[in-house]
């Protein structure tokens, strides 16, 4: 039964969220311990790689209207490349929700689940990723698409807040430049998201002149995060490796307001929010790239083998901040390395065979 | 067997309904006998941090205490402890409240002076680390023992309603005293010269001496805990009278009285309200009279070159003045107060105030080696090369203020 | 021409319907002729019968023939009908007639029941506008449309459901509006239904929608004409049944919820601040009370110390858990609402001083709630009737809500209202996403969403469903 398709919007908004992930809350602090303030500039690096990404994702959509990304490597490359590609894809996203899960985990244990147990966040977080990921691609979108006004109202809300408490303007261009490729390297895991949309390609209806709308999502999603970051390391500068919760913490700076209290919980909102959908996302983007791996199984077998892995994985191997932070540093940018250099070369030979068709 | 097996398949088909029977099964029905947070965890409001005999660490906690009442009075107590380090300590503070302590609500840490003279950043370090307290978390510094200190602001609340948070609130904008937080705190001994400054409010048991708000003597209502001061009678009041100490990697190195914040204030321009007074000033109108203004608006203008590899800082100051009050004996004043303005020799008067106020407070930072004003931060972002040239050319780069000339231009405006 | 035995039919006609004490039957001898009626005494107007059909055929002299009879009969609804048709039309209210010099049977509805005047619906009422309501008798309701639109466009289908009822249902739409398709497969779904009986339009809704087993309604359903007309006006389908005042429209989005009849007859701006408001009062009912018990068992730290404060000393003295209280304190209120539905209107007044002094005062002062808990379920329950209409399914929710935010606090309160959400937007029926306009975003129906523009200013039909002409005006 074909997958029914989400509009250009919804992929916007979806690529919106997923820009997002890892970004705001851990690596700032991360970031500065290798490269000072100039942790930033690896940000912009980054982005430019998301949008380049972006960008071959539209051309390759553009020459390829109703073809899934899948069909196209077995044209081009045959089925056991394909499979290669999509195991690879799928440890990818794997290891992407593994992090995302343990950075929030320890981010809601701290400040407002305080005795909690894990499992309790997996019998929250689980079931509902489950459900968002077996609906059709378009429930997905629309749904994201309705919590999209409370995420940016309330983002708005947070990087306002965070930039009132700014006063100081600290120097930059401290750190070399090899410093800020060192900490992009090192933390290549937190980026390339957007690899999603190629997993998705058959799955977003495209008509000419929809690229704009992706790029605009991506830029505003882009924007915020760099005012944060911005908020996080003019409000802390020399205190940056203190602060491992940034948008809750740039928040923290105000004081109770007129007696509403704590109004930094809106950032947890706002990341509960946001996991959920980065969550459902990677794990809709895992069990695609799991089906055309089997394609004979059902996508249940894909959620059930998911579940099973990720429990054991969590409980066995990644219990705390610092085996995450190890984790992520030393296994996953050698995963990264499929959304930064073997996507971006398959869709540049596919545009070159592509156009020199054409040309022919 | 059938009928089960049709039953589950019809609960199969919404495996969510499955879900939240799961949920409610083993965390619902413990939910049911769960009590709520607040009847667990012990509410902090203040903390309050002593020197124990040897190494150890007194802990004080100005604990809410819930009382089943109607009229939502607020009930507190201050319960003390002693541990090796500040968490044990409050740790066993937890054990005699039969509670674990929350530090969520916590708004004041109020540390002893005798941590000032060495390194207080090292108690503090569990502070800093525990995520439940906010970084605006205010921080003050006593010379009388925390404990009695938690203890006086205890009865101030239940008898005035007057919360040493609002004092510490309004601190933080008046021209007499300063922001001191956790961040500010941190900050300063983060930045190049390692300073900060920390808000010192003492205990006075004179009711009569400066500025105090007091509370009448009655028993703190802890009867039966040991842990609790209970059954000796405190007089004593609290003395916020605008003292600042000045902090040098963690450890006092001045106490600065509220005419010192007043001078640091100016030079810094962070506050919101305060008043200049001119002495035995004589123009056309006043003679030998003493002219109290309100500071209606600050704001200063800094600008760092370097004249021949020294450096030099232009502080341009626009003060927006009102004249609120004219001490004179036989004052005529013939014309209306309000549409007049300040004259010229007012002005003058003020600008040499203000200058001679920011010199002495340069002065003072200078005296410490103390960055507060953030010279270095400035010199640093408009000219790097320069200011590293300058550093090294330097014996000791702590004292660099030494060697930065300081040009003050006031303008005093008349509002 | 086959002569009939008019009284062995007769005979036969009684006996198939069981010999029913309310079947009459005459027969009158006029000429050769023998003429025969038999009809339910119970659902004719037997003044018609004497005066407009007994009577004319009594006093014929000469032969009488089937076609003089149809001459002779002074009433609106003659037809021939065939011999298979005779008891259903007897069981409508009609008179057969048989004459023994023809085979031909001659029926005339002469049906006659009381029935109320169209009054204002209890389930709707409204400040301004109109207070008409449908009543049980199809034929009024059909009237009460029509009315509304004196225009060929409006189009009435009949046939009938159920087979021992065998209750008239009407299908109406606008030709040249209503998409065709959806109105085909309405058609299609209503002549499956093999049922023994339709009582009520709620019978109809199983079979009409994608998911019989959900909580949430998937069909509009409606008391008013003023309605239903403007629904007809937007390209929806309306199903009319006997016996019923309740008319269902087809497609269904939850936007019609929001809306509410007194929105369009008063100022644009007061309507769309009373659908914020109802949107709040929604969110109200659904996560008060459910975030004032996560907020106790898990988040106390988001509290301002002040309310903290107000809390604990209120709970202090308390002998229950918060779960428990909260859970006790909503029981409560659902069997308060409960009686209120059933008491007779005498005894209402009585219920709601015991309900308020038990509840509201007793209860807290004998310490077995606290005040706090009892204003945050007060407001979810009054909430609640922001939006009568889901009054059920948000009553539900509540409870489900209640359960999660106790069980695991504010992760599992968003959680479920994601999942709620994505199980709303896997609703679809006749093509009509039922989050429509929110989601999928079509701004063009958010101008009669959660804010109302002026009527001016809607050119459009909803683009939410199908439609065949989406110009509504210039």
Redesign the interface.
Known sequence: MKDKTMNIWQAGICVFIIIFANKILLLPSLLYSIANIEGMWTYLISFIFEIGLITLFIFVKRKYRNTSFAELIRKKLGVITTKIFYILLCLFFFCKLILIYNVTYIFFKDLIYQDSGSFLFIICLLPIINYLAYSSSRVLGRTAQLFFPIILIVLIFCTVTSLISVNDMPLFFQSSFSNVMLAFIKHISSFGDTIFLFVFMDKIEYKKGDGKKLYFFAGLAVLFVLLIEIAFYFSYTYTSFMHPYAIFETMGNIKDYGGLGRIDAVAVILVIILTYFQMSIYLKSFTISFKEIFPKLSINYALIFFDFLFLIVVYLFIRNLERTVLYAESVLPYFSLISFVLVPITCIVFLILKRKREDK | MKKLKKYLSYAFRVPMFIVLLFIVIVYGLPALGKDAKVDEYAIVTAIGLDKGTGDEVDVSLLTFVPVAQQNFAEKYKVVKASGSSVLEAIDYAGLYLGREVGLNHVKTVVINEEYFNENASVEMDYLTRNKNLALSTSVICTDAKASEFLETVQKMDTESSIKVDDIIDFNNKFIYSTESTFETFYKGLYSKTKSSLVSFISLSEDIDEGVTVSASGEGSGGSGDTATNSGEESQKTILNDGKSILCKEASKVALLDNTGMQKLNLAKGSFDSGTLVINNFTDDVFHNARLTFDIQNINIKRKAQFVNGVPVVNMSIKLYVKLLEAKEEDLEIKENIDIKNISKEAINALENKVKSSIKDAIDILREYKCDILKVYTLLNNSHPNATKDFMKSLDDEQDFLNHVIFKVSPKIYSV | MTKINVERKIKSLKKEMHNSFDISDRVLHVGNATVGFIYLKSFTDNLIFSTAIYEPISCFKGEISFEEIKKLIQANDIKEIKDEEIIDNVIKGAVVIFISSSDKILSVDIQKFNTRAPSEPPTSPVIQGPREGFTEDIKTNIGLLRKRFFSSDLVLKNFSVGRKTKTTIVIAYLHGVADKKVVKEVEKKLKAIDIDGVVDSYYLMPYLISHP?SLFKQIGNTEKPDIVSAKLLEGRVAILLDNTPMVLTVPFVILEEMQNTNDYYTNYIYASLLRFIRAIGVFLALLGPGTYIAL??????????????????????IPF????EILFISLLFQILYEVSLRLPSYLGLATSVVGALILGDTGVKA?LISPPAVIVVAIAKIALYTIPEQSAQITVLQF?FL??G???????L??GL??I???L??LENFGA?Y?AP????ILSDNKDGFVRVDIKDMKTRPKSFKNSNIRRQK
């Open positions: 087993n106790q068992l898990f988040h106390y730290n988001v509290l301002p110390i002040k309310y903290l404060i107000t809390i604990a000393d209120s709970t202090q003295q858990t918060p779960f428990i310490g489900v359960l999660i106790a069980s695991v606090g504010l992760l599992g968003l959680g994601i999942y959400i994505a199980y937007n896997n996403p989050l929110f989601s999928p975003f």
